[in-house]
T-cell receptor, first 112, second 114 residues
Framework: GENVEQHPSTLSVQEGDSAVIKCTYS??????FPWYKQELGKGPQLIID?????GEKKDQRIAVTLNKTAKHFSLHITETQPEDSAVYFC???????????FGTGTSLTVIP | EPEVTQTPSHQVTQMGQEVILRCVPI?????FYWYRQILGQKVEFLVS????????KSEIFDDQFSVERPDGSNFTLKIRSTKLEDSAMYFC????????????FGSGTRLTVV
């Protein structure tokens, strides 16, 4: 089955700096890659996603890149703000199933 | 914005007892899911449910687990005889069949088996 690895597990950045979180996946059949943000006491919330026919997608300060050949995808947050502090999860899903395979999460702290 | 609602937020139960975790998915969603997250570990898939039947389940989802949609709004996860290792955060999620994208997750139920 699919195996998703995520790095780093913790990340601290100064407010205004950029943050990058990286994930790799193992199953070349995976074709959909969402990113979730989880704030304390809440469930994961979808913040951005990318499909395998696209190499990059951007939504304001958040962008995701996908390298299908290398089987890795990354989340980029620019001009970080304290409210970006949360746990971020990457995930992958193939076109043959419903389930997502999640990474282990990255705890992002933005220092004011 | 529509939400997936889970109750209770925290449940403590004795080992061997049955527990039922409840979820109210978004009203026009047709696919429903349960995931769990043991402390410090990955979010793991348990089961997906569509058209009143299980469409996919993981190895974790053994005979001790069952799901049910008893009425038009609730979606429940039952654990028949809880074990210590069932202690985890359980997340319910739902999705619209026309948007095979990301799910909407609930805020989770923290289950503690003692």
């Amino acid at each position: 089955g699919e195996n998703v690895e995520q790095h780093p597990s913790t990340l601290s950045v100064q407010e205004g700096d950029s943050a990058v979180i990286k994930c790799t996946y193992s199953d070349s059949a995976s074709n959909y890659f969402p990113w979730y943000k989880q704030e304390l006491g809440k469930g994961p919330q979808l913040i951005i996603d990318i499909r395998s026919n696209v190499g990059e997608k951007k939504d304001q300060r958040i962008a995701v890149t996908l390298n299908k050949t290398a089987k890795h995808f990354s989340l980029h947050i620019t001009e970080t703000q304290p409210e970006d502090s949360a746990v971020y999860f990457c995930a992958a899903r193939s076109n043959t199933g419903n389930q997502f395979y999640f990474g282990t999460g990255t705890s992002l702290t933005v220092i004011p | 914005e529509p939400e997936v609602t889970q109750t209770p937020s925290h449940q403590v139960t004795q080992m061997g007892q049955e527990v039922i975790l409840r979820c109210v998915p978004i009203s026009n969603h047709l696919y429903f899911y349960w995931y769990r997250q043991i402390l410090g570990q990955k979010v793991e898939f348990l089961v997906s449910f569509y058209n009143n039947e299980i469409s996919e389940k993981s190895e974790i989802f053994d005979d001790q687990f069952s799901v049910e949609r008893p009425d038009g709004s609730n979606f429940t996860l039952k654990i028949r005889s809880t074990k210590l290792e069932d202690s985890a955060m359980y997340f319910c999620a739902s999705s619209d069949v026309r948007n095979l994208g990301g799910y909407t997750f609930g805020s989770g139920t923290r289950l503690t088996v003692v």
